[in-house]
């Protein structure tokens, strides 16, 4: 039921472009908010951006005006289109879900429990 995969990491020169995709199960992605979250090495994971169901998007200071997530709930799918890519932007970029619960909403059991996928690599080369 919990799945999250994503794809789309690769190196690229400061000041292009990447596009992550996360695949999610549809138990995910009906019930929880999702987002991107990245981690560099000797770093603490830094929340990136996230989306609700709504579509209300929030961002991290160091990302506003470059990054833009997005999510098509047809095909239970995030993305977060990367611009203007910087070298500190390097970092493993993790999909990941922030579930309800304990409890049942929409007719489903979650327990509260928030979800990562296992990371894909992001490198900016100056």
């Known amino acids: 039921q919990v799945q999250l995969v994503e794809s789309g990491g690769g190196s690229v020169q400061a000041g292009g472009s990447l596009k992550l995709s996360c695949a999610a199960s549809?138990?995910?992605?009906?019930?929880?908010?999702v987002g991107w979250s990245r981690q560099a090495p000797g770093k603490e994971r830094e929340l990136v951006s996230t989306?609700?169901?709504?579509?209300?998007?929030r961002y991290a200071d160091s990302v506003k005006g470059r990054f833009t997530i997005s999510q098509d709930n047809a095909k239970n799918t995030l993305y977060l289109q990367m611009n203007s890519l910087k070298t500190e932007d390097s970092a493993v970029y993790y999909c990941?879900?922030?579930?309800?619960?304990?409890?049942?909403?929409?007719?489903?059991?979650?327990?509260?429990?928030?979800?990562w996928g296992q990371g894909t690599q992001v490198t900016v080369s100056s």
């Open positions: 989306i609700t169901r709504g579509g209300t998007t």
């Open positions: 990941a879900a922030n579930c309800p619960g304990p409890g049942w909403y929409s007719g489903r059991y979650y327990s509260g429990e928030n979800y």
């Open positions: 549809e138990y995910i992605f009906s019930g929880c908010g």
